[in-house]
């Protein structure tokens, strides 16, 4: 079982910046796909961003891409997910998540995931 626990949320301008953590305990996520979701008010939970399991593949939603940077480090049992030029429409839940599943075309689907985090609101002023 992996549990995690995300932080790092809050309320920031437009084009702001922050970064997410997500705590992993229970077990080393060393051999898990790290992805992050969002959902935001009234919608569907969606894929935003996902990391091999060596660090070494990186996937991103297109809205998010050259904004958003996922990022491991397995020492510290963490993921993280830094948010750049931070817009109203990023206003959201945001998730993490752990699948054992290697394959990238299955990263944006969260069925896919194991174990989930219980979220972290991010809220952009614009």
């Known amino acids: 079982q992996v549990h995690l626990v995300e932080s790092g949320g809050g309320l920031v301008q437009a084009g702001g910046s922050l970064r997410l953590s997500c705590a992993a305990s229970g077990r080393p996520i060393r051999p898990y796909v790290m992805g992050w979701f969002r959902q935001g008010p009234g919608k569907d939970r969606e894929f935003v961003a996902a990391?091999?399991?060596?660090?070494?593949?990186?996937l991103y939603e297109d809205s998010v891409k050259g904004r958003f940077t996922i990022s491991r480090d397995d020492a510290k049992n963490t993921v993280y997910l830094q948010l750049n030029s931070l817009k109203f429409e990023d206003t959201a839940v945001y998730y993490c998540?752990?699948?054992?599943?290697?394959?990238?075309?299955?990263?944006?689907?969260?069925?896919?995931?194991?174990?989930w985090g219980q979220g972290t609101q991010v809220t952009v002023s614009s």
């Open positions: 998540a752990a699948t054992g599943n290697p394959a990238k075309n299955r990263w944006f689907f969260s069925y896919e995931y194991d174990y």
């Open positions: 990391i091999s399991s060596n660090a070494g593949n990186s």
